[in-house]
Protein backbone atom coordinates (compact mmCIF):
# COMPACT_ATOMS: atom_id res chain seq x y z
CA UNK A 1 0.00 0.00 0.00
CA UNK A 2 1.05 3.92 -0.96
CA UNK A 3 1.71 6.33 1.66
CA UNK A 4 -1.30 7.51 0.97
CA UNK A 5 -3.35 4.04 1.53
CA UNK A 6 -4.26 4.24 -2.47
CA UNK A 7 -3.60 0.75 -3.90
CA UNK A 8 -2.64 0.06 -7.63
CA UNK A 9 -2.60 -3.06 -9.64
CA UNK A 10 0.19 -3.29 -11.99
CA UNK A 11 0.49 -6.35 -14.71
CA UNK A 12 3.55 -6.24 -17.08
CA UNK A 13 4.10 -9.00 -19.88
CA UNK A 14 6.53 -9.24 -22.63
CA UNK A 15 3.97 -10.22 -25.86
CA UNK A 16 5.60 -11.29 -29.28
CA UNK A 17 3.78 -8.97 -30.95
CA UNK A 18 4.92 -5.99 -32.15
CA UNK A 19 3.07 -1.90 -30.68
CA UNK A 20 0.81 -1.66 -33.49
CA UNK A 21 -0.59 -4.69 -33.44
CA UNK A 22 -1.31 -4.70 -29.19
CA UNK A 23 -2.29 -0.91 -30.07
CA UNK A 24 -4.93 -2.13 -32.54
CA UNK A 25 -6.44 -4.78 -29.51
CA UNK A 26 -6.29 -1.76 -27.09
CA UNK A 27 -8.00 0.74 -29.22
CA UNK A 28 -10.23 -0.85 -31.24
CA UNK A 29 -13.79 -1.40 -29.84
CA UNK A 30 -14.38 -4.79 -31.62
CA UNK A 31 -11.06 -6.03 -30.55
CA UNK A 32 -11.42 -4.54 -26.80
CA UNK A 33 -15.06 -6.58 -26.60
CA UNK A 34 -13.40 -9.96 -27.35
CA UNK A 35 -10.71 -9.50 -24.29
CA UNK A 36 -12.40 -7.07 -21.95
CA UNK A 37 -16.51 -5.84 -22.60
CA UNK A 38 -18.67 -4.66 -24.94
CA UNK A 39 -17.76 -0.91 -24.95
CA UNK A 40 -18.05 2.38 -27.57
CA UNK A 41 -14.67 3.17 -27.01
CA UNK A 42 -12.74 5.80 -29.03
CA UNK A 43 -9.11 6.56 -29.04
CA UNK A 44 -9.64 10.32 -28.49
CA UNK A 45 -8.56 12.44 -25.47
CA UNK A 46 -12.12 13.37 -24.06
CA UNK A 47 -14.09 10.76 -25.58
CA UNK A 48 -16.52 9.62 -22.69
CA UNK A 49 -17.01 5.67 -23.22
CA UNK A 50 -18.65 2.73 -21.46
CA UNK A 51 -17.82 -0.63 -20.60
CA UNK A 52 -20.36 -2.94 -19.79
CA UNK A 53 -19.89 -6.32 -18.25
CA UNK A 54 -22.17 -8.91 -16.58
CA UNK A 55 -21.79 -7.86 -13.29
CA UNK A 56 -21.73 -3.84 -13.92
CA UNK A 57 -21.37 -1.53 -16.40
CA UNK A 58 -18.55 1.47 -16.05
CA UNK A 59 -18.33 5.06 -17.20
CA UNK A 60 -14.73 6.33 -18.51
CA UNK A 61 -13.12 9.29 -20.27
CA UNK A 62 -10.11 9.11 -22.78
CA UNK A 63 -7.40 11.23 -20.70
CA UNK A 64 -3.83 10.51 -22.68
CA UNK A 65 -3.50 8.87 -25.74
CA UNK A 66 0.02 8.38 -27.62
CA UNK A 67 -0.28 6.09 -30.45
CA UNK A 68 1.56 2.24 -30.14
CA UNK A 69 2.71 4.21 -26.66
CA UNK A 70 0.42 5.02 -23.84
CA UNK A 71 -3.12 5.16 -23.31
CA UNK A 72 -4.94 5.97 -20.59
CA UNK A 73 -8.56 6.36 -19.67
CA UNK A 74 -10.60 6.75 -16.71
CA UNK A 75 -12.35 3.26 -14.81
CA UNK A 76 -15.47 4.66 -12.84
CA UNK A 77 -18.20 2.22 -11.40
CA UNK A 78 -19.50 0.67 -8.70
CA UNK A 79 -17.74 2.86 -5.88
CA UNK A 80 -14.49 2.63 -7.37
CA UNK A 81 -12.80 5.68 -9.18
CA UNK A 82 -9.60 4.84 -11.03
CA UNK A 83 -7.50 5.33 -13.70
CA UNK A 84 -6.22 2.62 -16.15
CA UNK A 85 -2.92 3.22 -17.88
CA UNK A 86 -0.96 1.24 -21.04
CA UNK A 87 1.95 1.49 -21.75
CA UNK A 88 3.87 0.08 -24.55
CA UNK A 89 7.65 -0.50 -25.07
CA UNK A 90 9.29 -2.32 -27.69
CA UNK A 91 11.60 -4.99 -26.88
CA UNK A 92 13.91 -7.60 -28.15
CA UNK A 93 10.74 -9.97 -28.58
CA UNK A 94 7.99 -7.99 -29.22
CA UNK A 95 6.88 -5.84 -27.15
CA UNK A 96 6.71 -5.00 -23.17
CA UNK A 97 3.03 -4.44 -22.25
CA UNK A 98 2.48 -2.30 -18.63
CA UNK A 99 -0.92 -2.43 -17.56
CA UNK A 100 -1.55 0.42 -14.18
CA UNK A 101 -4.61 0.52 -12.33
CA UNK A 102 -4.47 2.76 -9.42
CA UNK A 103 -7.10 4.45 -6.95
CA UNK A 104 -8.12 1.86 -5.09
CA UNK A 105 -8.89 3.25 -1.93
CA UNK A 106 -8.29 0.93 1.59
CA UNK A 107 -11.80 0.16 2.01
CA UNK A 108 -12.30 -0.62 -1.43
CA UNK A 109 -10.20 -4.27 -1.09
CA UNK A 110 -13.17 -6.18 -2.80
CA UNK A 111 -12.75 -4.39 -6.17
CA UNK A 112 -8.66 -4.30 -5.66
CA UNK A 113 -8.50 -8.62 -5.10
CA UNK A 114 -10.79 -8.56 -7.87
CA UNK A 115 -8.96 -6.23 -10.20
CA UNK A 116 -5.52 -8.09 -9.14
CA UNK A 117 -7.68 -11.76 -9.91
CA UNK A 118 -8.85 -10.16 -13.05
CA UNK A 119 -6.51 -8.34 -15.15
CA UNK A 120 -4.45 -11.25 -15.94
CA UNK A 121 -7.02 -13.52 -16.81
CA UNK A 122 -8.19 -10.29 -19.40
CA UNK A 123 -4.38 -10.32 -20.18
CA UNK A 124 -4.11 -13.64 -21.45
CA UNK A 125 -7.63 -12.89 -23.42
CA UNK A 126 -5.74 -9.92 -25.05
CA UNK A 127 -2.80 -12.10 -25.85
CA UNK A 128 -5.58 -14.90 -28.07
CA UNK A 129 -6.88 -12.12 -29.48
CA UNK A 130 -3.07 -10.78 -31.21
CA UNK A 131 -2.56 -14.47 -31.54
CA UNK A 132 -6.26 -14.19 -34.11
CA UNK A 133 -5.32 -11.05 -35.74
CA UNK A 134 -3.85 -10.91 -39.53
Known amino acids: ?3 T ?3 TVTVEREIAHPAGRI ?9 IAEWLMANDFVPQVGH ?3 LNAE ?13 ERTLAYT ?3 LGLDSVVTWTL ?3 ATGTHLKMVQTGFLPEQKLAYHGARAGWPRYLDRLE ?4 ALD
Not at 23 to 31: G, I, S
Not at 128 to 131: P, R, T
Open 48 to 50: RFG
Open 75 to 77: WTG
Open 89 to 91: TPS
Open 5 to 7: GVE
Open 23 to 31: WRALTQPHL
Open 55 to 67: WGDLACEVIEVEP
Open 1 to 3: MSA
Open 128 to 131: AVLA
